[in-house]
Nanobody, 123 residues
Framework: QVQLVESGGGLVEAGGSLRLSCAAS????????MGWYRQAPGNQRELVAT???????NYADSVKGRFTISRDNAKNTVYLQMNSLKSEDTAVYLC?????????????????WGQGTQVTVSS
């Protein structure tokens, strides 16, 4: 089993910054893509940013130039630096990881989600 634990959310004024962290632990052989998604009340879950194991990144248009995703492979941790926050960034932010584990001597690839951390931007 694999656990993802997010931290770093909170309340911030518009124009401010926050840094989110997500640490993966458990039965981990390797982690491919890690990413951040968000879901605001009444909206569908949407991609914010992803980063592959070799450092390739992808961002939603709405956050390009403001958010930066990074990861520390040695710590199985992904980060999201959020600058110039806007009220429309208010949402629950969830971490996702594509993890390969060894189960009964077989390699098994699964995706895991964290519980989410609330980000609220006041205008």
């Amino acid at each position: 089993q694999v656990q993802l634990v997010e931290s770093g959310g909170g309340l911030v004024e518009a124009g401010g910054s926050l840094r989110l962290s997500c640490a993966a632990s458990g039965n981990i052989l390797s982690i491919n893509t890690m990413g951040w998604y968000r879901q605001a009340p009444g909206n569908q879950r949407e991609l914010v940013a992803t980063v592959t194991s070799d450092g390739s990144t992808n961002y939603a248009d709405s956050v390009k130039g403001r958010f930066t995703i990074s990861r520390d492979n040695a710590k199985n941790t992904v980060y999201l630096q959020m600058n110039s926050l806007k009220s429309e960034d208010t949402a629950v932010y969830l971490c996702r990881a594509e993890v390969t584990s060894v189960v009964n001597r077989y390699r098994v690839a699964q995706q895991y989600w964290g519980q989410g951390t609330q980000v609220t931007v006041s205008s």
